[in-house]
């Protein structure tokens, strides 16, 4: 089975050049830190375009699939602009991620609006910018989406989002299919749902069923089993209530490798099982269904790189020696949420010996604030460039300006080129929402 670049820890375009430094697509990283500062988020455009189009081989031998990239993994409007243009449509989860994409030019019949408590003004928003499917979690969702199309005059086709009781091993804040899930209809509720669909929300057009099951998945049967549930659940509900339900989307999860430890299937070989799963369920059940996926990481997190600068360092006696950088928790919240664990080189030393075992902190005023636990680099220095590998996904799109510190800039490279997509937040940024009433007076 052939490989995918989810299964490495770099950028396809990442070198040592000339100089002994770091390049990735032509850009020497030391360069990139030096013009646009640090932290800063790197993302190669030839990694995230090559990966579009492995998942678009992968599944070709589905015509019936529709990749949507799952925006909550990075949202930007160039990205997305990026991902748009290799054919991809879009899970989105907020207004914010709506409204991102749709500047970004995308056909909003390509989005899929989803989430567990969608609000009036962000359903009335999906319903104005005319999104293409709005996959409903809950009751009072229904009955909500159902009266708003009303009042709008506009009919909205759905797909109920369903748990279908399967356990993935990853970590238990990122499972989301096994049954005690906060997420969408458990099986004991779906016919209750269709009713109500069928008797009274005459605005809803039910077009199929929708699961998620997690993330950071390396297994691949849990894919079997997913359609195997999806599909025998569209046959029994078309039986029992006359319908003609014929898309299923299964979500997303495929794995990365962050580090050596990791070892996730390739896009084809999901690609495969999924594929099998459904030519058995088609052959049993004589229904084509259209197919969603919904990949955030294994899309955007290999092409994203994150570059730092190393400062001070501390050598506890008899104990660990910390170096710290100049970010660390609020730009990347992930090895303090999910114990998380990254891959990183000193950007201007990568081939010099790796005679140091250090911890990488971060500078936020937290014992938890720690990027890397011992990783063995050449001697770190203060000034030099620590890049941090597999930082596209969940990093930007989960950063805070904890400790009022200003977000990193995101820059896209390309064979030399190197373009500002995100700016770096400037200090009157922080402050442009804040006001002080009269009353506390002048000073
Ligand atoms: N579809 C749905 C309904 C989802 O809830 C998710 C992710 C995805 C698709 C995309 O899953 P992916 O292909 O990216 O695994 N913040 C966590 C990950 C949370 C994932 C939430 N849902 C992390 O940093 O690991």
Redesign the pocket.
Known sequence: MKNSANQNIKPLTTRVNERGNLEISGCDLTELAEKFSTPLYVVDENTLRTICREYKEAFAPYPNTRLLF?S??LCTMATSRILAQEGFGF?VVSDGEMFTVHKAGVDMKTVLF?GSNKGIDELNLALELGVGRISVDNFLELSLLNELAQKSGKTADILLRITPGIECHT?EY?Q?GHLDSKFGFDLTQIDSAIELIQDEYKKLNLKGLHA?IG???FETKVYKDEVDILFAQMVRINEKFGLNLDELNL????GVKYTNVDHPPSTFEIADIIINALEENIKKYGIKPVIYL?????IVCTAGVTLYTIGSSKQVPHGTKYIAIDGGMADNP?PSM?Q?EYFAQIANKPEKPADETVTVAGRYCESGDILIKNITLPTPEEGDILCVYNTG??NYS?SSNYNRVTKPAMVLINEGCADIIVERETLEDLTRNDKLPQRLGEK
Do not use: F
């Not at 979500?251 to 495929?254: D, E, N, R, V």
């Open positions: 799952a909550k993994s899970d989803n970590h990122i989301t998620h993330s950071q998945i979500g997303g999860g495929l919904e990949p955030g990481r294994s992930r999910y998380a996904a969940y989960m």
